[in-house]
């Protein structure tokens, strides 16, 4: 019998089932990775699996005996789980977030062993974070701040492993580094390893199994060549692909189908949005310069995008555009006019910023989040008016959330996360819109 399985589990958030009636098994020693649509159920069965989010019905069970009955210790000693969105307390060093993945096997008011020395070396070392073990996580790149919480996972030490969206805002480089450790802990240590991943081709080249999910149901379970079809791909996300082999390992991937790319859209009638420039632009956090005097320009009525490997400066340089971060010299000029010296509202009215991993108010629903783009739009005493609910119906309907607008923000999967973000920036209606990472927890049919 493997080791862990769930047997006829419903999982919900409120009165919203988001699995239903589903059993899963997990074979020991191997690689398996659940793929399907953004709001199918991927985390929440995780998560149901590591006995984080509670079950409304069903079992999960764990070395023949049910989880719930173990107690919690004994269960992140045999269990890790990189959740999919994690918050560090402010202040916290890389190295104290990574000795936290010990706190299973230590003692009451016992201080760390030299074995909790070496796991947390080891760890630092797997997630090439030694160099930053003394840096807080808050000033961290998404990608830097992403391979900590992995190395946290990895000090855990636990022969079970289960990884949400474990590549999430690393660059190409690091997702090779991290999916070539995912495959070596396996390999080498026996590491049963579960991961939820949205780039299918990814989920092909390091997995033994992939599991299908639709409509809080496994659709498909198989080998990466038994489930990723062309078929499978229509019926998970609506997007037509192709099948190719790779040249070197002959692992399969995809290859969506071309698609019509709509023309630009012009506003009042030809003006094409405001000019954004750099002069000599430095800025960093504390004593360390991430910026070092850049100077360009982006064209208006273009889609220019930034890219470079993780901390590189590619988000702050959007911070200081958007007035969050204070540079130490040069400027970024809107229309020829320093941003700095502008009223805020009058700069949100031009630019609309989506940051990287923000997180709302706990309780909001997703159309009072949307609607909180309006508020440049809105005089002192904020009265709503047809034209802000004009945008955010619009801005709802364009993002595909018009039936998830009473749902709290906290209870949706990433992507629907992501798009109840972008719809706000949208509604927000300004000529030039910052998007930081705007794919990220995006199923391949909500990217495209």
Not at 95 to 118: K, N
Not at 285 to 306: A, C, F, N, Q, V
């Amino acid at each position: 019998m493997n080791r862990l399985h769930g047997q006829n589990l419903t999982l919900a958030y409120g009165d919203d089932p988001i699995v239903v009636d589903t059993s899963i098994e997990i074979e020991d020693g191997l690689i398996t990775t659940i793929i399907g649509p953004n709001g199918c159920g991927k985390s929440t069965l995780l998560r149901g699996l590591a006995r984080i989010h509670r079950l409304s019905a069903g079992a999960v069970v764990l070395d023949g005996q049910m989880i719930h009955q173990l107690p919690s210790r004994e269960v992140a000693k045999r269990l890790g789980l990189l959740a999919q969105q994690s918050q560090a307390p402010d202040g916290l060093t890389v190295e104290d977030l990574v000795r936290r993945g010990r706190f299973p096997h230590q003692g009451f008011l016992q201080p760390p062993t030299a074995g909790d020395d070496a796991a947390v070396e080891h760890a630092l070392l797997l997630a090439g974070m030694a160099e930053l073990r003394s840096r807080p996580v808050d000033e961290l790149s998404g990608g830097q701040r992403q391979r900590a919480w992995i190395a946290m996972a990895l000090a855990q030490e636990t022969p079970l492993l289960l990884l949400d969206e474990p590549t999430t805002y690393l660059d190409v480089a690091h997702q090779l580094e991290i999916m070539e450790l995912v495959g070596r802990l396996n390999r080498e240590e026996n590491r049963t390893i579960v991961m939820v991943l949205h780039d299918i081709n990814e989920a092909s080249r390091n997995s033994d199994r992939i599991i299908a999910m639709i409509d809080g149901r496994i659709d498909s379970t198989g080998t990466p060549e038994e489930v990723i079809t062309p078929e499978m791909m229509l019926r998970l996300y609506g997007v037509d692909c192709a099948i190719r082999r790779h040249p070197q390992d002959q692992s399969i991937y995809i290859v969506p189908a071309p698609m019509s790319i709509p023309d630009k859209i012009v506003r009042d009638g030809g003006t094409a949005g405001p000019a954004i420039r750099f002069d000599g632009l430095g800025a960093g956090y504390g004593e360390r310069r991430i910026l070092d005097r850049i100077s360009t320009h982006i064209p208006p009525g273009s889609i220019t995008t930034i890219i470079g490997p993780n901390a590189c400066g590619k988000s702050t340089l959007l911070r200081c555009c958007t007035c969050l971060l204070k540079p130490v010299c040069g400027c970024s000029r809107l229309e020829e006019v320093d941003v700095r010296s502008m009223k805020r509202k009058a700069l949100a009215r031009q630019m609309a910023y989506m940051s990287q991993g923000a997180i709302p108010p706990s309780g909001f629903v997703v159309e009072d989040l949307v609607a909180f783009g309006r508020m440049p739009h809105q005089g002192l005493l904020r009265q709503w008016r047809r034209e802000d609910e004009d945008a955010v119906e619009k801005a709802l309907t364009q993002c595909n959330l018009c039936e998830l607008r009473y749902r709290e923000i906290d209870t949706l999967s990433g992507g629907q996360r992501q798009r109840a973000w972008f719809a706000m920036a949208m509604a927000q209606d300004t000529p030039v819109l910052m998007l930081d990472e705007p794919t990220t927890f995006l199923d391949i049919g909500a990217q495209i």
